[in-house]
């Protein structure tokens, strides 16, 4: 018998197999860890084991990663981290009194004066505390209450809970969700999972990928023919598209959603990523209440933020929030008891997520060397994401619209028709076959547009702006070398 | 226009009601942090705001939350967690060699050496390697492929992962998950998330809560009139239960599941939580391959462990790992790209278990402190089980099972019909009344049978046995005198 059969008929065996199985798992997918992802972990194998290769290193620019890349995390944060899991060190002097104040608050709200113990359901008391009086500043002064405040674990994590939440019905009355096109693919992995339907609404490439309102109601009026369209997906500063929307933009958005009754999810993990001049970050939540009772008293919110970007950076912490307004009391109840399921968000995580909502203040000791921090971390991203735009648009093929915010450039570029032919012929998707000759030939790991969908006939990659600068533009000079041979090769 | 008229009216204009949300969400019910604990948190604001009541303060019996009741962690752990957390500590000399030497071999093996960077999707590398090892010394040189170790956000998240694989199908095809009754309440949850049918088979109370074989097959055969049922669930050690199971009744649970093709899953979280003379903890995993190769080379197991419980107890940190036997490789790749799309467990929780599995060996300077720790944590823990069971079997009316293993008793309680009658006409599950009583006139928070399942017409409640020895004597001589006064007041 050979290998595959052998295989099969022990297969055949098995409770649970591929035919077997939740049929919605198998309908996901995320391209930020797919097919390409593995191949670049396989060939640094390849590379440790001495297979010669055309280059001696795979630099991965497929995922925002910051500390992975480099990137050095905030000296504060982590003294109090270090404080908080081990409290000997309250009695050491080689920490500042900020850092150690800030750990004793922390583990005071904490079961036992420990990270070791499960906080309440929807987080550490005083650290929703601290995370409303935050949202209430970076709002201008919009009220935010405590109790509309839950920690998460990521970002990911509230995203998935919100949905899981909303997702209801069969057939024409499916749940259906609105999200733009180019995604960030937690979203449709999350609704292929909870089987609601996925509503594209594509994002204008020609206006810096901005939102405009005829392509909302052209792709609400478009869904309603076949499922109930119930709520509306917004990624800003975008991923992984890198535009900063305008106040306007959001302004519509908010008006839109009001007017065809659509719950809003926010997802503004990148609000201090913004580089382009002229621009600024705008939290929905802020314009809702800008428009007036009318709005904010009705218009349901939920918004999302983590602890993983930004200029922290700390993804592997797994910290988040989320602020849910003008939720339904007895739908709130239910979030509460979901969530308490879970038990709760890692404490360290929480603890964190506090950190960055409570950082130093004027005159405290640490607050000098954490803003010096801060800024250059911040500055050093502006001047990246001006390089990657610059030199991208330098590549004849290339077109890369500014990378105003996040971490992210998603550049358009022109495909010959005889590599579109042959990457049909071999079962590929066109970028894909691109960004997978470009791994093999010259080790920069890209995450083909495909992934986060994209206009027909169109062809994108995403790369992070998060390699150090030298490495940054080596990768750039590759890239253009590569697509400049691949272009040529197949024409 | 009345205050609920008001809210009414609001209500229906929301997208998001209690009418149109997730009716998978709405079924979940989760007791252990229930409206029990909800009212004593109520009362614990009440007494600080200066209520008076009949006690002084709450004392929480509800959750497996050992820190919380007091318990220290582990020295070093907690010194390896604040090396890897703030690495400037590597220089500090305060630090014995071991706990730097471990920090910086989990620090080599992260992105950027930082705490702060995604892991792989399945859970750094050296540490799956590590709990692969761990295994194979538990389970006396049975192999373990680190291939087939995930690192998950406690036990929990890795349950419903697997649980979430496992279920497909509409009507009598409706994938049916074999639980025990009692059961710990994340298993009904989970199961009524994601639309299966829970099937219940019950422990055997007159045999100290062992599984009956006999008792299998009845719930299998029901069963199968109405859904698919594929999979069967073990805790072991129990929880809410406290058994131990024997070595024969894990063997003859494995043939029943090789004999009637299901898939076992094992969540042997309290695996160092054994304290009754003649019980010791056996793992399916070695029991499978003790079994030979018709029963290891088949039946499908996954099994779960955490750093919640055992002499750890550090539950904030969401650390745990699955390790899967015999799936499918087509299923395992799916697996690998669903927790992908999670991106990945807390970095800080998977430090943790590796901590957990390779934790200092004899010759190293930590060795002796943390054996000292360790052992300290456990006999306090068997003590206590002891004292519980002994105390509350001096109750008249009260019959308790000793507490061979994990962290409760589940007393059987006998309630007066009177209560009964009284308990029903209020519209209540006469335990919940009886645990509601207590809470409110002792200030001691259980949790009632019913939140776990019971045998219909037995009454039962959780108590964790985590409280310190002096304050758990307090509690049980406070239950005793609350449940003779109970019993006289409805006599």
Not at 59 to 86: E, W
Not at 342 to 357: I, N
């Amino acid at each position: 018998m050979s290998k595959m059969t052998e295989n099969a008929a022990f297969s055949q065996n098995k409770v649970l197999t591929i035919d077997t199985m939740n049929p919605n798992v198998k309908k996901m997918e995320y391209a930020v860890r797919g097919p390409i992802v593995q191949r670049a972990m396989q060939i640094e194998k390849e590379l440790r084991e001495g297979v010669k290769k055309p280059f001696t290193e795979v630099i991965k620019a497929n995922i925002g990663d910051a500390h992975a890349m480099g990137q050095q995390p905030i000296t504060f944060f982590r003294q109090v981290l270090a404080l908080c899991s081990y409290p000997e060190l309250l009695n050491d002097n080689m920490f500042p009194e900020d850092a150690k104040s800030r750990a004793r608050r922390i583990l005071q709200a904490c079961g036992g004066n420990s990270l070791g113990a499960y906080s309440a359901s929807q987080g550490i008391d005083c650290v929703r505390q601290d995370v409303a009086r935050y949202i209430e500043r970076r709002d201008g002064g919009v009220p935010c209450d405590p109790d509309n405040v839950y920690l998460t674990t990521g970002a990911s994590n509230g995203i998935v809970t919100m949905l899981q939440l909303l997702v209801c019905g069969e057939g024409a009355s499916k749940t259906g969700v609105m999200i733009s096109i180019p995604q960030y693919p937690l979203y449709s992995a999350a609704l292929a999972e909870l089987g609601a339907v996925q509503v594209n609404y594509y994002l204008n490439e020609d206006k810096c990928w901005s939102m405009d309102l005829s392509e909302l109601e052209r792709s609400l009026a478009e869904a309603r023919k076949h499922c109930n369209p119930k709520a509306l997906c917004v990624i800003n500063p975008g991923n992984p598209t890198g535009q900063v929307q305008s106040r306007q933009c959001i302004e519509d958005v908010i008006r839109f959603a009001a007017k065809e009754h659509l719950f809003l999810m926010a997802d503004e993990v990148y609000q201090d990523n913004v580089y382009a001049e002229g621009c600024q970050f705008h939290s929905f939540k802020k314009v809702l209440f800008e428009l007036g009772p009318q709005y904010s008293n009705t218009v349901e919110l939920a918004s999302f933020h983590s602890t993983s970007k930004c200029y922290m950076g700390e993804c592997g912490f797994r910290g988040g929030y989320m602020e849910v307004i003008n939720m339904d009391p007895e739908v709130k109840a239910q979030l509460t008891k979901l969530v308490s399921i879970r038990l709760c968000a890692p404490v360290p995580g929480q603890a964190l997520m506090d950190l960055v909502v409570n950082s130093p203040q004027p005159g405290e000791p640490s607050y000098t060397t954490f803003m010096k921090e801060r800024t250059a971390t911040l500055s050093l991203l502006a001047e990246k994401a001006k390089l990657t735009e610059e030199i991208l648009n330098t590549v004849p093929g290339i077109t890369c619209n500014p990378v105003q915010g996040a971490m992210y450039s998603f550049p358009n570029i022109s495909l010959p028709q005889k590599a579109i032919k042959e990457a049909k012929a071999l079962g590929q998707v066109p970028d894909m076959f691109y960004c997978m000759k470009m791994l093999e030939e010259t080790g920069i790991c890209l995450v083909p547009g495909s992934g986060f969908g994209q206009k027909d006939g169109t062809y994108h990659f995403r790369m992070t702006i998060l390699p150090p600068t030298d490495k940054l533009k080596i990768l750039l000079a590759k890239v253009k070398e590569f697509h400049l041979r691949f272009t040529q090769q197949y024409s």
